[in-house]
């Protein structure tokens, strides 16, 4: 049954790909956009089962077309043709039956542009999809790299404590070991020094996450050890510590300028006195923010202006000074040294 020509010729002047089908399905009439949208010769389209032109699967062809054929309303669906690269392409499509001079047809148009948008909105989900999935593959090895770090950082800070311990305990033999007065208060002095690194290491490998300590009970921990290497139980220590988080780094500077103020207090402030009172005091943003405040002041003698230079004060001054820090002095009732570190 050949088309109406008049409808005919309404379809041609039309750019959307549009056919008219008889109830069969079969293609009675196809403009040129259809021709080109197929891209097959508009005289091969006629005649010929809209089925054997699109690549919609039968069981979704037929019932959309039937229920067209049904509905003077336009009724929407979608047909799935095969680009020039060979890929799927569904097209969305509005078909209705309209009754022509020649019988009753089924309109058919293609909304070719919906189908061009649907197609570069699914090329985009894709293309995020994979993104997306690479993100995830990324971030699984990242998480990957950073527990074998943090197996192999701990491995390490095993290792570099039982060390010191080591070095503590030669250090230890030797002190015991050594006659002479002068000679075995220096290998105290640096069994000490190793001591307060070794301390800040016990502590960073006690705990799970290595970047920082408790620098509150870091420092009682570094008094307590300091006060029990001279044996001075008639001082009255005081250690007021506010909780805060010292940075591994920092807590190494931290616990070596510390160790040297406790042990000049406790070696020069009470030579002459039975008792007397020390003090260590550690608080977070002292007297300017960021940074945290170290204060060990003791009731003695007092440092004499003329005191000479010793490894000591000289090591204070040198630590501080990496970091941008500060180191003060003040000696009128006894001395009063204050430290601070940024963190
Ligand atoms: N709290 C203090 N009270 C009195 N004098 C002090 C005090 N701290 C330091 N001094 C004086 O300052 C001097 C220098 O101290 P410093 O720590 O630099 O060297 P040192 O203790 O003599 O030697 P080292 O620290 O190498 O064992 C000391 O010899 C001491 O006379
Ligand atoms: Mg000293």
Do not use: W
Request: glycine share 8%; aromatic share 4%.
């Amino acid at each position: 049954m050949p088309a109406n020509p008049d409808a005919a010729a309404v379809l041609d002047a039309l750019d959307e790909p549009a056919f008219l089908l008889d109830r069969g399905g079969v293609v009675r009439h196809a403009n040129p956009a259809a021709a080109q949208f197929l891209r097959r010769p508009l005289a091969t389209l006629n005649g010929q089962p809209l089925a054997a032109l699109v690549a919609s699967p039968a069981d979704r062809l037929a019932p959309f077309l039937d229920l067209c054929a049904r509905s003077s309303q336009s009724m929407v669906g979608g047909l799935v043709v095969t680009d020039q690269e060979g890929r799927s392409l569904s097209c969305p499509a509005r078909g209705c039956r309209i009754a022509l001079a020649g019988g009753a047809f089924t309109l058919l148009r293609l909304q070719v542009g919906e189908a061009k948008r649907f197609r570069a909105l699914t090329d985009k989900t894709i293309s995020l999809n994979a993104e997306l999935t690479e993100n995830k593959r990324i971030r699984r090895d990242l998480k990957l790299a950073l527990e074998e770090k943090e197996v192999l950082l701990r491995e390490v800070n095993h290792r570099v404590k039982n060390n010191l311990q080591m070095l503590q305990g030669v250090l230890s033999l030797t002190e015991r070991a050594t006659a002479d007065e002068r000679s075995r208060e220096a290998v105290r002095s640096v069994r000490l020094r190793v001591e307060a690194m070794g301390l800040v290491q016990r502590l960073l490998y006690q705990k799970d996450d290595v970047s920082g300590i408790d620098g509150a009970a870091f420092i009682r921990l570094l008094v307590d050890n300091c006060v029990s290497a001279f044996g001075r139980s008639d001082i009255a220590v005081t250690t007021t510590c506010e909780p805060v988080e010292v940075r591994s780094d920092t807590a190494f500077l931290l616990g070596l300028a510390a160790n040297e103020l406790i042990t000049n207090a406790l070696k020069y402030a009470f030579t002459d006195r039975p008792a007397g009172a020390l003090a260590v005091d550690l608080t977070p943003h002292g007297q300017r923010a960021g940074v945290i405040r170290l204060v060990v002041a003791d009731d003695g003698v007092g440092m004499a202006a003329d005191a000479p230079p010793g490894t000591g004060l000289a090591l204070v001054r040198h630590l501080v000074r990496r970091p941008g820090g500060s180191f003060s002095v003040e000696s009128s009732r006894g001395t009063r040294c204050i430290v601070e570190f940024p963190i």
